[in-house]
């Protein structure tokens, strides 16, 4: 293997949050939208030292079946892995708590090179009773 000529990565570990433009199927005001991506983009930027906004088009699977596009804009930031480990479960809670206030069924968080869906709250409390 090659040695690498950037040295050791400083901050090792890649994420990014989507933001979802709608409410279930329905799109949300532009300005509601805009409140979203602002409240992502600071908490990353306040919990690993920066972040970056990317604009885009997404598609979803609704529960009838019908295909949703929307709006979206990936967040994306870098931790270090220590970081990222003391403030991972945190953000977990945060998303639930964002899926379940933006009426998301979950929201998706890449982290490195997998997508998880992180569920809203009640949702997953449901599952834990069931």
Same mark, same amino acid.
């Given at each position: #293997? $090659?040695?690498?000529?950037?040295?050791? $990565?400083? *901050?090792?570990?890649? #994420?990014?949050?989507? @933001?979802?433009?709608?409410?279930?199927?329905?799109?949300?005001?532009?300005?509601?939208?805009?409140?979203?991506? =602002?409240?992502?983009?600071?908490? *990353?930027?306040?919990?690993?030292?920066?972040?970056?906004?990317?604009?885009?088009?997404?598609?979803?699977?609704?529960?009838?079946?019908?295909?949703? /596009?929307?709006?979206? @804009?990936? @967040? &994306?930031?870098?931790?270090? /892995?220590?970081?990222?480990?003391?403030? !991972?479960? $945190? +953000?977990? =809670?945060? +998303?639930?708590? =964002? $899926?379940? /206030?933006?009426?998301?069924?979950? &929201? !998706? +968080?890449? *982290?490195?090179?997998? *997508?998880?869906? &992180?569920?809203?709250?009640?949702?997953? /409390? #449901?599952?834990?009773? !069931?």
């Amino acid at each position: #293997m $090659a040695k690498n000529p950037f040295g050791k $990565a400083e *901050l090792p570990v890649k #994420m990014a949050i989507t @933001v979802p433009s709608t409410e279930f199927a329905t799109p949300v005001s532009k300005k509601e939208f805009k409140r979203r991506t =602002k409240e992502v983009f600071e908490r *990353l930027t306040r919990d690993f030292g920066g972040s970056t906004r990317v604009e885009g088009k997404g598609t979803f699977t609704a529960s009838d079946n019908k295909v949703i /596009q929307e709006n979206v @804009v990936r @967040v &994306i930031a870098f931790a270090s /892995q220590e970081d990222f480990d003391k403030k !991972a479960s $945190a +953000l977990n =809670k945060w +998303l639930e708590r =964002k $899926a379940e /206030q933006w009426q998301q069924q979950s &929201i !998706a +968080l890449e *982290l490195e090179a997998d *997508l998880h869906f &992180i569920e809203a709250m009640k949702k997953k /409390q #449901m599952k834990e009773v !069931a």
